[in-house]
C-alpha cells in the first residue's frame, strides 16, 4: 500500500501534538484508524523509521521485548541539552530526565576511558515515583 499524503499529515499532527510523549507504531496506528484511515501498522512502522532517518522522530529500543518507542523531535528538539531516560520496571513509562548533575558522567566517560555517552540513547532502569509509592 502506499503511503498517501494525508495519512502521513495526520501522523504528523499526531506526533506533533505529543510532544516530549514517547509512542509506539501501535499507538500511531490507533491514531491514524480513529481517523479514518485504513493503514496496517507495518506500513506505519516504516514511515515512523522514515521520519527517524530524516531527523524528524527520536526512536528509542529499551530492551529485547518492549516495543521501540517514538518521540517527536521538530527542528530544535533537545538541541544543546542533556537528556537521558528512566525506564520504570514496574509499570514500564519512559520518563526525560534534563539534569545537570548527569552531565558529568559523559564528561567522565570521556575523559577518563575514551567513550564517547550519547545522552539522548541513555536509560537508567529503576522505579518511579508512582510506582515507588505505591510499594
Known amino acids: 500500500m502506499a503511503y498517501k499524503t494525508k495519512q502521513r499529515e495526520i501522523m504528523m499532527e499526531y506526533l ?10 501501535g499507538d500511531v496506528t490507533e491514531h491514524l484508524r480513529s481517523k479514518g484511515q485504513t493503514i496496517g501498522q507495518a506500513t506505519v512502522y516504516r514511515q515512523l523509521e522514515k521520519l527517524v532517518d530524516e531527523g524528524i522522530v527520536g526512536k528509542y529500543m529499551i530492551d529485547g521485548v518492549t516495543p521501540a518507542c517514538f518521540e517527536y523531535m521538530g527542528e530544535n528538539a533537545h538541541k544543546g541539552e542533556t537528556c537521558f531516560h528512566c525506564k520504570c520496571e514496574k509499570c514500564g513509562k519512559l520518563i526525560h530526565l534534563h539534569c545537570e548533575e548527569l552531565e558529568g558522567i559523559g564528561e567522565h566517560l570521556y575523559k577518563d576511558h575514551g567513550f564517547v555517552l550519547n545522552p539522548l540513547r541513555t536509560v537508567f532502569y529503576g522505579v518511579c515515583e508512582e510506582c515507588a509509592a505505591a510499594m
Not at 16 to 25: D, I
Open 16 to 25: 506533533k501534538g505529543m510532544p516530549g510523549r514517547h509512542v509506539t507504531a
